[in-house]
């Protein structure tokens, strides 16, 4: 069982940062990728960025490529998603994601919300114009 816990979401205007925080606890060391998510009110919750736990590269969602980064402190157990020149398309709830460690991963694996085992309460970020 893994536990995460999200936080930095707020309130910012059309190109302002935010950097979200997603703290695992619990059997952490059966974990193999995690992820952010992000939903909006009456959407389908949409990936939006992974990191493997050891080796292994980041995914991005096209839209964030380039203005989102994800890295991941293994000592703190704490996962960050750094949001920079942040759009209101951006808006939504932000949920952490944990899959519990596969043998093989492949690219099309990271961004859908059925590989993931344990998830987030969510941290709600809106962009205005």
């Known amino acids: 069982q893994v536990h995460l816990v999200e936080s930095g979401g707020g309130l910012v205007q059309a190109g302002d940062s935010l950097r979200l925080s997603c703290v695992a606890s619990?059997?952490?060391?059966?974990?193999?990728?995690m992820a952010w998510f992000r939903q909006a009110p009456g959407m389908e919750r949409v990936f939006v960025a992974s990191?493997?736990?050891?080796?292994?590269?980041?995914y991005y969602q096209d839209s964030v490529e380039g203005r989102f980064t994800v890295s991941g402190d293994k000592v703190k157990n704490t996962v960050y998603l750094q949001m920079n020149s942040l759009k209101p398309e951006d808006t939504g709830v932000y949920s952490c994601?944990?899959?519990?460690?596969?043998?093989?991963?492949?690219?099309?694996?990271?961004?859908?919300?059925?590989?993931?085992?344990?998830w987030g309460q969510g941290t709600q970020v809106t962009v205005s114009e």
């Open positions: 990191i493997p736990w050891s080796a292994g590269r980041s």
């Open positions: 619990g059997r952490t060391f059966t974990v193999g990728v």
């Open positions: 994601a944990a899959d519990v460690r596969r043998t093989l991963y492949l690219r099309t694996y990271y961004n859908q919300t059925r590989n993931y085992d344990y």
